[in-house]
């Protein structure tokens, strides 16, 4: 008798909470949507694979079935998924006031507790200044040089190879150059293989949140860990052995760290230093692989690439001279592409903030502290904005502003958080593309599919054979 008795309760308290999961409470109208399953709510379908360009299953079939606002559950967390351009510009406009970036536990716990993306108000503010400082324009026009040299020099290698893989030689050229500039790490001569530690992180990074040994989040962590503690131990060797004259961003931080009252700490330090190499190298090789890969399927583009890169060499008094800034800002096609192909990678697939308070937004309400993805590829691709919007067309940028955000167009985020690293990124896909199609040819050999879980991968890689158009001024392999 007291058995069942206490059976049944067991049984109504699990019915009611069932329930109390799947009809949060509101002092208003929520938009519509589910909650899914308890504690997991829909995580499992946001994190399924697919393989194509457009809007994800996940995302499409809500949009279609509830409209371009609508609830879910993510990783135990209430979200309010936005497709709305015009919530995603109002997001972003009241940053600070009534939302705030926020990401989920797993995230935070990947990339740091104090990471920049975590921080807010004076600190991220701080920060920023921080990183402009050496990703700003005055810094990327010293760097222009090196960054042409590097290409020039690693596109020479892989000339002498019978093909290379486009997603992991750009990432360990573009890793190279950032961890050079940030803590005068050089990968080719050092002992410790830092990069390797980000290899292992990056393969779990956008994965189910499931921290048990071999899975991918797992191995996520475990490369965090690694690549934390060689950063810790780079800048307490920097710390016992300062240099005479500022030199890299790691002296930068240590002359901060030694200001009286200073509000920056070694914990930040290192998680901003972290988030910086990851950022600098991951997302750029995946953008510069993808371009690669769609002018490789568009012979008109790269036709009309090749020509203003060449006009721009044509007009040198000196054919042989090096990259200016004023050349670089006049590649205006170069910059359609960039966006193009940015448009269509849609590598962050999510911006995530939280309410402060609770919020009506055309009648909907967004209780506080519930989050708010703002999710990119659903206006990128949008038909109503961008005619035909699975196809690469660069031309479709003629006549637009291609270096701000807009309601319409938010690759590098928008608002104050605009991504600080944008004129870097340019900087390093378009001085590759001019040293690609003046100087060399190309044939993709395999490879070349996408998958995203949510997140951009290329599975198989994108192999291709690359050979110089004339061998005149460089004719040997020997390196």
Known sequence: MLCGYVGALVVVGVVCWIYRWRNPRSDGKLPPGSMGLPLLGETLQFFAPNTSHDISPFVKERMKKYGPIFRTSLVGRPVIVSTDPDLNYFVFQQEGRL??????????????????????????????????????????????????????????????????????????????LTAKKLISYDSESSSENLRESFVSFIRGLISFPLDIPGTAYHDCLQGRKKAMRKLKNLLQERRTMPKKQQNDFFDYVLEELQKEGTILTEAIALDLMFVLLFASFETTSLALTLAVNFLSDNPMALKRLTEEHEAIIRKREDADSALTWKEY?????????????????????????????????????????????????????????????????????????????????????GGMRFCVGTDFTKVQMAVFLHCLVTRYRWQAIKGGNTVRTPGLQFPDGFHIRIWRKSRKKENSCAY
């Open 329 to 413: 800002k006049s590649m205006t096609f170069t910059f359609q592409v960039i966006n193009e192909t940015v448009r269509l990678a849609n590598i962050v697939p999510g911006i995530f903030r939280k309410a402060l308070r609770q919020i009506q937004f055309k009648g909907y309400t967004i209780p506080a502290g519930w989050a708010v993805m703002v999710c990119p590829p659903a206006v990128h691709l949008n038909p109503a904005k961008y005619k035909d919007p699975l196809t690469f067309n660069p031309w479709r940028w003629e006549g637009m502003e291609v270096h701000v955000a807009s309601k319409q167009f938010m690759a590098f985020g």
């Open 99 to 176: 939302f705030q970036s926020w990401y989920p536990d797993t995230f935070t716990e990947i990339f740091g507790q104090q990471n920049v993306g975590s921080l807010h108000g004076f600190m991220y503010k701080y920060l920023k200044n921080m990183v402009l400082n050496l990703f700003g324009p005055v810094s990327l026009q010293k760097m222009l040089p090196e960054v042409e040299k590097t290409a020039y020099r690693r596109l020479q290698q892989w000339s002498c190879q019978d093909t290379i893989e486009v997603k992991e030689e750009t990432a360990n050229m573009i890793f190279h």
